[in-house]
């Protein structure tokens, strides 16, 4: 096992949690964004369509 | 009946987000490939030995916070002279983006300082430097959060984001301009042949998760931005309605 394994599989599993938290931060912003984007369309069409 | 706008901006909407899905699950692919052969190839350093493999993750994420933040600087710049909310838009993408690259930045440092110099943190002026840079921006984004106004918001955060960016080169030319703990900046003409190849492709790597990263913020800003002004647009019908 290579020297200092701890620190180096700690420097490459924080790299990918940050990274991926935020690609998942950012695919629940946009759910969101499109959910209020949504609304507003169905707001401005008088609230449903036919 | 009819296709409104609105109705053909979320169809759009809908097939961009499974697109910037799929894109993503690939970059982040791409990401792993490029660690895993950089790893496979560095042999063990003189010094260092293979702590010296969290090069590969500390110095892509240096890099590209740095062109993160030329971004910022660029489109606030832009934004100062044409006013156009795109720029802005772009810019808060970029700082978002930067902030979180730089916070993943200083963690690394940290990690790589304890067994390297004892300790995980020091007054160092690249250490302290990029600090100051993190914190720069994260009174950015709580700018952005408490501004209502979305063109005073803009304004101030494109002043604050030019000002910020002043920080970078500073934080680059810091190893030069003082006498630091940290060594010199880590590129392809100065750490050994033997790592060149697996620097260069994180780096590359790196760019196109930040690429992603500031183009998936820009669009969902620019979803919110539509959302709010047809809104507002609703509202003024309902009231021209009530009016009439």
Redesign the interface.
Known sequence: M????P??V???G??WV???S??WH??R??????R??????E???GGG?? | MGVSTADLTMASATQSRTRGAWAGIGIFVLLALTQWIAISISVPDRDMGHLQKIMYVHVPAAWNMMIAYFVVAIFSLRYLWKGQERDDLIAAAAAESGAVLTGLLLVLGMIWAKPTWGIWWTWDARLTSSAVLFFMYVGYLILRAFVDDPDRRAQWSAAVGLLGALNVPIVYMSVRWWRTLHQPQSSPSTVDPNYVIGLRINAIAFLIVLIYFIRHRYESAKMERAADQLHERAALATRGGINA
């Open positions: 290579p020297d200092n394994m620190f180096i700690a420097a490459f924080i790299t940050v990274l991926l935020y690609a950012l695919h912003v946009r759910a969101e964004a499109q209020r984007l949504r609304e507003a369309t707001a401005l069409n369509r036919a």
